[in-house]
């Protein structure tokens, strides 16, 4: 039996190697460019009559990035702030906003928190809002300061802590919301039933917290037994929590992580003959993973639940951003990152719109006009509600699977819908 067994072994240690090679990939990426210029600090009228403040002058207005362009979200931090980019270029190209330049100064903290601090403090003085944000451990560190600067702030994080913040904007839904939809979808459609466990993978912080209350509520409520396997964004291999799981008996596996994380745990988990089905968070996903070793089980196991459509969506706003992106960064890969960046750029710029139509585009006029908006859809997917600070934006949640041939490397499973018992959760939540 010994000479076989080694062999498996060695073929494992070589997939994980292989694995591990293809995910370094993932990890490199493009360089930010940063710009640095004072404004006034207290605010004024402009020549036109329309009142200024940090981050605005007669001919500019500066947004702030900070973003991971050297990180474990490198990959979705450089296809954000190139669409963020694009959206500048072509709201430039088409006379600016409130007759002024659009200028993005991007700030690279590789998700280091004490990096994140230091760059804010390096441009907030400078900016009127931020369409960027990178991470929950990173917003975190930053909430009182923003609520103070009353910066208009669009997270790319989608944590429930972070609501209820006035100037901060979880665009779309949060992490528990999508998670009560992957618990619905696996008992829906994957044959789930009472008394079955679910194994949950997860980031320690916010993120991984945040789901984790929501898949525990669900599957409270569907009879299941959460297995929770809690992480590092360190952690690259997950044998070990794929050994836990498989000797649970779980019969499907959520992961609220990166896509290292997922690639690894669904690699593992197929070639151990733990194949279930896997739902990630949208963060868990990127196009890269089906270039690896694992695309197989990942086409074969994986879902992933997001607040927005697939790049490949039909959409028509979604088809006009992809061929822009496509003619612009024509070696780069459409992926979430993209979707989420642009949206969070249109939403930004309908704003300052509205900002500049009601005669101020000093920082606490651009919150109060973005807080205005009750129903507000750029054709990126579902429309939200911005009204009521303590509450998402949006509720409806896609599934998505991969398509290593669609744009994006994955195409919509199910529509955006809502799931059974969200707006139960939400009352309870408020109680």
Same mark, same amino acid.
């Given at each position: 039996?010994?000479?076989?067994? +080694?062999?498996?072994?060695?073929?494992?240690?070589?997939?994980?190697? &292989?694995?591990?090679?293809?995910?370094?990939?993932?990890?490199?990426?493009?360089?930010?460019?940063?710009?640095?210029?004072?404004?006034?600090?207290?605010?004024?009228?402009?020549?036109?009559?329309?009142?200024?403040?940090?981050?605005? !002058?007669?001919?500019?207005?500066?947004?702030?990035?900070?973003?991971?362009?050297?990180?474990?979200?490198?990959?979705?931090?450089? $296809?954000?702030?190139?669409?963020?980019?694009?959206?500048?270029?072509?709201?430039?190209?088409?006379?600016?906003?409130?007759?002024?330049?659009?200028?993005? =100064?991007?700030?690279?903290?590789?998700?280091?928190?004490?990096?994140?601090?230091?760059?804010?403090?390096?441009?907030?003085?400078?900016?009127?809002?931020?369409?960027?944000?990178?991470?929950?451990?990173?917003?975190?560190?930053? &909430?009182?300061?923003?609520?103070?600067?009353?910066?208009?702030?669009?997270?790319?994080?989608?944590?429930?802590?972070?609501? +209820?913040?006035?100037?901060?904007?979880?665009?779309?839904? !949060?992490?528990?919301?999508?998670?009560?939809?992957?618990?619905?979808?696996?008992?829906?459609?994957?044959?789930?039933?009472?008394?079955?466990?679910?194994?949950?993978?997860?980031?320690?912080?916010?993120?991984?917290?945040?789901?984790?209350?929501?898949?525990?509520?669900?599957?409270?409520?569907?009879?299941?037994?959460?297995?929770?396997?809690?992480?590092?964004? !360190?952690?690259?291999? &997950?044998?070990?929590?794929?050994?836990? &799981?498989?000797?649970?008996?779980?019969?499907?596996?959520?992961? $609220?992580?990166?896509?290292?994380?997922?690639?690894?745990?669904?690699?593992?988990?197929?070639?151990?003959?733990?194949?279930?089905?896997? =739902?990630?968070?949208?963060?868990?996903?990127?196009?890269?993973?089906?270039?690896?070793?694992?695309?197989?089980?990942?086409?074969?196991?994986?879902?992933?639940?997001?607040?927005?459509?697939?790049?490949?969506?039909?959409?028509?706003?979604?088809?006009?951003?992809?061929?822009?992106?496509?003619?612009?960064?024509?070696?780069?890969?459409?992926?979430?990152? =993209?979707?989420?960046?642009?949206?969070?750029?249109?939403?930004?710029?309908?704003?300052?719109?509205?900002?500049?139509?009601?005669?101020?585009?000093?920082?606490?006029?651009?919150?109060?006009?973005?807080?205005?908006?009750?129903?507000?859809?750029?054709?990126?997917?579902?429309?939200?509600?911005?009204?009521?600070?303590?509450?998402?934006?949006?509720?409806?949640?896609?599934?998505?699977?991969?398509?290593?041939?669609? =744009?994006?490397?994955?195409?919509?499973?199910?529509?955006?819908?809502?799931?059974?018992?969200?707006?139960?959760?939400?009352?309870?939540?408020?109680?």
């Amino acid at each position: 039996m010994k000479p076989s067994h +080694d062999h498996t072994h060695r073929a494992a240690q070589r997939s994980r190697t &292989l694995l591990a090679a293809a995910l370094a990939a993932l990890l490199l990426a493009g360089t930010g460019c940063s710009s640095k210029a004072k404004t006034s600090d207290s605010a004024g009228d402009g020549a036109d009559g329309v009142r200024t403040g940090p981050g605005v !002058t007669d001919k500019t207005i500066k947004l702030g990035a900070l973003t991971d362009l050297t990180g474990p979200y490198a990959t979705l931090g450089k $296809s954000i702030v190139q669409a963020q980019q694009m959206w500048a270029d072509e709201v430039n190209a088409d006379g600016g906003i409130c007759d002024r330049r659009v200028e993005i =100064v991007v700030k690279d903290h590789g998700y280091d928190v004490q990096k994140a601090v230091t760059a804010y403090a390096d441009i907030s003085a400078d900016v009127v809002a931020l369409p960027q944000v990178i991470g929950s451990p990173v917003m975190a560190a930053l &909430l009182d300061d923003i609520d103070r600067d009353k910066v208009l702030t669009f997270p790319q994080a989608w944590a429930a802590s972070l609501l +209820d913040r006035e100037s901060v904007q979880v665009l779309g839904t !949060t992490y528990d919301i999508d998670m009560i939809a992957a618990v619905d979808f696996l008992t829906r459609t994957k044959g789930l039933a009472k008394g079955d466990r679910i194994g949950h993978v997860y980031f320690e912080g916010d993120y991984g917290a945040n789901a984790l209350e929501g898949s525990q509520w669900a599957a409270k409520k569907a009879g299941l037994k959460v297995v929770g396997q809690k992480i590092k964004a !360190t952690d690259t291999d &997950l044998s070990a929590q794929v050994s836990a &799981l498989r000797k649970e008996g779980v019969k499907a596996i959520l992961i $609220s992580a990166g896509p290292a994380q997922t690639a690894s745990l669904v690699g593992v988990a197929a070639s151990r003959g733990l194949k279930v089905p896997v =739902v990630s968070s949208a963060p868990g996903y990127a196009p890269q993973l089906m270039k690896t070793p694992a695309a197989p089980a990942l086409a074969a196991m994986l879902n992933i639940v997001s607040a927005a459509p697939a790049a490949s969506s039909d959409l028509p706003g979604v088809r006009k951003m992809v061929a822009s992106y496509k003619k612009k960064y024509p070696d780069a890969l459409v992926d979430a990152g =993209v979707l989420s960046g642009y949206n969070a750029a249109q939403i930004m710029g309908a704003d300052l719109k509205k900002a500049c139509e009601g005669g101020s585009l000093a920082r606490e006029d651009v919150v109060k006009a973005h807080r205005a908006q009750s129903n507000v859809d750029v054709g990126l997917g579902t429309a939200q509600n911005f009204s009521d600070k303590a509450q998402p934006a949006s509720t409806s949640t896609y599934v998505h699977k991969p398509d290593a041939k669609a =744009v994006g490397a994955a195409v919509n499973l199910e529509e955006a819908h809502a799931a059974p018992g969200v707006e139960e959760y939400l009352a309870s939540r408020d109680e």
